[in-house]
C-alpha cells in the first residue's frame, strides 16, 4: 500500500550491458518514489529519479516513499507499575522521508529502517511510560499526553540518529485491559457520573435557593424603600402642617396684638381726650344736664342737699318726713 514502503527485488540473468535498460526503466516511476541499491561491487548508474546499481547478472531495486506514510504498531503490550499487563491495539505513526536522506538512512538502518527507528522505539517508550505510571493514570489521566510524548521523544532521536526523517503525527488507541478491571472503570466511571450529576443537580439547588433569597432581599428592600418614602412623605406632610399652623399662629398674633395694640391706643388717646375734655366747667355742665333730663320730682328740704358734692348722703332731721311725702314722677 502507499503507506507502507514497498520493496522491490528484480533480477535478471542477462549478459551484457543492462544499465541502458534499467535506467529506461526508472524513467516511468512516479516522482515521489527514489530507487535506490546498496553498492557490493561496481558499475554503478545514478539518475534523476533513482539509484540504480548494476552487480555483474543481478540487478537489486528497492522503492521507498517519500510522501506523508502512516506505519501501524499493533498489540504493543506494556506493564504498568501496579503489575497490570495491559495491550495497545494500535499506534499509527504518521513520518515522511526526505529524498535527499533515503541514501544515509538505508546505508546505516537498512531497507527496513522503520523497524529499527520507529517500531523498536515506540515499544521502548510505552513501556517506559507504562512502568513508572499506574493503572489509573495511563488507561484514564494520562491517556491524552501519551501521544504527544512520543511523537516527542520519537523526533528527539530521530534528529541525532536519522535526519531527514520526520514525525508528523502519533495517533494512539485506547489500551486493553483485563476484562475485571475493565468492568470496574465502568463501575467507578458509572459512579462518578452519579456523583457529577448529584453534584450538579445539588449545584442547581443551591443556585436556585440562592436566586429566591435573592430575589427575596430585592423584594424587602424595595417594600423597605417604599415603606421609607411612604414615612418621609408623611413626615414631610406634618412638618409642612406645622409650618402652616405656625404661620397661621403668627398671623393670628400678629393681628391680635395689631387688635390690641389699636384698642390701647384707642383708650389712651380716648383717656388723654377725656383728660383734656373733663374740665370742671364741663363736669358743672354736665351735672345740670343730667339734673335738667331728670324726670324725677323731690319735695322736701332736702333738695338743696341734691347738688352737693361728694357720696355720702347727709343725715336727716328728726323731725324729716318720711319718704312716702315725696312725690311720684309724672305718669306714675
Known sequence: ????????????????????KSAAACKHLPLDRVCTARALFYN???????FHLNILLLI????????????????????????????????????????LAVVEIVRNYTADYDKTLIFNKIHHELNQFCSVHTLQEVYIELFDIIDENLKTALQKDLNCMAPGLTIQAVRVTKPKIPESIRRNFELMEAEKTRLLITAQTQKVVEK??????????????????????HFQQKVMEKETEKKISEIEDSAYLARERAKADAEFYTAAKSAEANKVKLTTEYLELMKYQAIAANSKIYFGQDIPNMFVEGTNSPPKLPNAEPDWFKGKPEGQ
Open 1 to 20: 500500500s502507499e503507506s507502507q514502503h514497498r520493496t522491490v527485488l528484480d533480477m535478471k540473468t542477462r549478459r551484457g550491458s543492462s544499465i541502458n
Open 44 to 50: 554503478t548508474l545514478c539518475t534523476s529519479c533513482c
Open 60 to 99: 537489486f531495486s528497492f522503492f521507498f516513499q517519500t510522501t506523508l506514510q502512516t506505519d501501524e504498531i499493533k498489540n504493543v503490550p506494556c506493564g504498568t507499575s501496579g503489575g497490570v499487563m495491559i495491550y495497545f491495539d494500535r499506534i499509527e505513526v504518521v513520518n515522511m522521508l526526505v529524498p
Open 208 to 229: 436556585e435557593a440562592e436566586t429566591e433569597r435573592k430575589k427575596a432581599i430585592i423584594e424587602a428592600q424595595k417594600m423597605a424603600q417604599v415603606a421609607q418614602i
